[in-house]
């Protein structure tokens, strides 16, 4: 018989025990904090018709989608919750109340080319609020108070969030005659990732003129803070839709304040577009100070027309998303991980004989009634084993019980780290593990 090597496929993460519990404990702080804020939770499914998933057309995302082969239905994995979102909403809009606010913490799939920190299997934590033909500028300002806490909670408390309004920008390339904004958007927002020369060379490629390109480039290049921004703002341009777009982000920038958002943590950045196509008007991208070379820790913004493919109802709404599976593996790059360490076990408990197996059974269960963490070895060997399992489960305080503590009533405590032993009674044990 051949024996086939384990091996995962590129582009997906698989976590040892250890690992995984810090995983799921930031998947855990999240999921608290969308619900803290009141936002309900769906389950979209994993596979989607191509219909609702090509709805928009094109588009480099697209060409990454995983086709799934089948007979029956062209049928594909989706490749963002917010897609399916849109499709969700939709099919069950009369039985929704608006503004409906979502969270969802699951699985996407992507096409992605092999590198470090990039996967094709990843999730996506996101939190949309969506409404029924209008929704209040103040929401786009209500995701951010929520990013702001769950990263506060990760004692992450430099996150700076960078935003925009999409309205502002196209306003102001009105103002300059440019027609083709998307492909000037997609520019842009590389200024960042290629600086400026490239950008102006980009942008020559698409026939923008040079003198056009610098008015462009000096208007996304403002490091003005943000109150003086937003007043010199007010006579940079003549256009309705760059006077609506400064509106909306003076209105979101001074919610977000009122959120409880420090002004520090706030940065009116106009070079922050977003390559997809769908948002509308605010735009946000989301940095850990110090940290800013990992890049976008969370992002998203606002899609007046999302839902257009799917319903006559205009449902206008607004997003913000948190890549966990690649924020978790930037942080352990960075050695960041292990502040988020804890022990799955606050005690193992380890028979001396087979005569003891039941006393600790009955300890054992009186435990976890009382919300304890623990667990009980019953593998035959001598104590040294039983002790060598324990350290490498990282346990740090061991039960044990002999023939003596059956007798007493009692138990043997040791801390694993210092050695330290004590004879315990029940009451005083479940203290001492309690505490």
Known sequence: MNIIKPSTIAGVME????EQIVFDRFKYII???????????????LIE???????????????????IDSNSKDMSLRFDLTVPLARYVSEHFSNLNFPFKRYQIAKVYRGERNQKGR?????QCDIDIIGNEHLSVYNDAQLPAVIYEIFRELNFKDIQFHINNRKLLNGFFESLGIKD???????????????????????KEINLDEKKSQRLIDFISDKSDNKSLLESLKNRCDKELFNEGLDELTKVYSYMLEFGIPDENIVIDLSITRGLDYYTSTVYETFIKGYENIGSVCSGGRYDNLANNFSKQNLPGVGMSIGLTRLFYQFSQ??????FEENYLDALLIPMNEDCNFYLIDLLNELRDKKIKADIYLEKGKMKKKFNYADKIGVKRVVIAGIDEKEMGKFSLRDMESGEQIIVNKEQLIERLKG
């Open 119 to 123: 996967y094709k299997e990843f999730y």
């Open 334 to 339: 960075l050695d960041l991980l292990k502040k």
């Open 15 to 18: 976590l040892l025990p250890e």
């Open 181 to 203: 904004t998307t492909e000037v958007l997609r520019i842009i927002d590389k200024l960042q990732k290629i600086g400026e020369d490239n950008v102006k060379s980009l942008l």
């Open 49 to 67: 018709k191509d219909e609702i998933l090509f709805a928009k057309g094109g588009g480099e995302t697209t060409k990454q989608i995983f086709r």
């Open 31 to 45: 999921e608290e904090k969308f619900k803290k804020y009141a936002f309900l939770p769906i389950e979209t499914p």
